[in-house]
């Protein structure tokens, strides 16, 4: 039974003040457009998951609430900037055949190339920029260099680049 792994890293959070608790920083306007567009993506492609494992920041909490409103995300400390070994241990301790992670860089973008046999043809894959979101299937459990990398997008591919308007 194939099992798929979604990794969404969260997106652009807002940086007006910068004393502000990293962890309580929230989304810009752009940020907010970016969760929606990889949201809908989501839906379009059929890409929703079973269970939704999201750090408990709250900028990741927000990527969660615009991007999969329909779920219910199951908030962890652990996955707040965790090591992409901390995330994979989260995740494989999952039964669930489809799972989402929301999280953060650089564990998230380490974990998704570490993750696949081949990594995808396009050029934002190794940096994993904001709301950049990697879809994975395994043929049998979650390990590494054991993804076939079904698909790859960055918010950019799905809202062009003008974002002068959404700063």
């Known amino acids: 039974m194939t099992k798929r792994l979604i990794l969404i890293r969260h997106a652009k959070s807002s940086w007006d003040d910068p ?46 609430a615009l991007a999969l409103p329909q779920m219910t995300p199951e908030l962890s400390h652990q996955l707040y900037h965790a090591a992409p070994d901390t995330v994979l241990e989260l995740v494989q301790k999952q039964t669930a055949q489809t799972v989402a992670v929301i999280g953060h860089n650089p564990g998230l973008g380490i974990l998704a190339n570490a993750l696949v046999k081949e990594a995808p043809e396009h050029r934002r894959f190794s940096d994993y920029p904001t709301c950049a979101t990697t879809v994975i299937d395994f043929a049998d459990a979650v390990a590494l260099r054991a993804g076939d990398c079904i698909d790859f997008i960055v918010p950019r591919d799905l809202i062009g680049t003008s974002t002068h308007d959404i700063e």
């Open 19 to 64: 004393y502000d608790d990293d962890h309580a920083r929230v989304l810009n306007k752009r940020g907010r457009a970016s969760a929606q567009a990889i949201g809908a993506w989501l839906v379009e492609k059929g890409y929703v998951p079973e269970v939704l494992l999201c750090s408990d920041a709250a900028r990741t909490q927000e990527t969660a």
